[in-house]
Nanobody, 121 residues
Framework: QLQLVESGGGLVQPGGSLNLSCSVS????????AAWFRQAIGKEREGVSCISSKSTHTKYADFTKGRFTISRDNTKNTVYLQMNNLKPEDTAVYYC??????????????WGQGTQVTVLS
């Protein structure tokens, strides 16, 4: 069973940047795809981006529009989400997950507790 802990959230101005990190415990992480999801108040959880186990494939939700970049370092058991040009509508709790490749939450069996991202309006 993997355990995931997100960090790096915070409060930023529109146009600002944040780099989220997800530290994963468990020796099998390198065999799993990883993803970032987000959930805003009153909305359903949605997929943001995912990355395959060896970083050969990535996928992004349309709303990221080139602003976000997912990466991972299997030597550090860490997944990253670099977010640039943040907008107020990006405000949400961001979750890291490990599982099969894709942007559907049903693909993932291990989840972190989330980190809050707030973009001032």
């Amino acid at each position: 069973q993997l355990q995931l802990v997100e960090s790096g959230g915070g409060l930023v101005q529109p146009g600002g940047s944040l780099n989220l990190s997800c530290s994963v415990s468990g020796s099998t992480f390198e065999y799993y795809s990883a993803a970032w999801f987000r959930q805003a108040i009153g909305k359903e959880r949605e997929g943001v981006s995912c990355i395959s186990s060896k970083s050969t494939h990535t996928k992004y939700a349309d709303f990221t529009k080139g602003r976000f970049t997912i990466s991972r370092d299997n030597t550090k058991n860490t997944v990253y989400l670099q977010m640039n040009n943040l907008k107020p509508e990006d405000t949400a709790v961001y979750y890291c997950a490990a599982g099969a490749y894709g942007l559907g939450s049903e693909m993932y069996s291990s989840w972190g507790q989330g980190t809050q991202v707030t973009v001032l309006s």
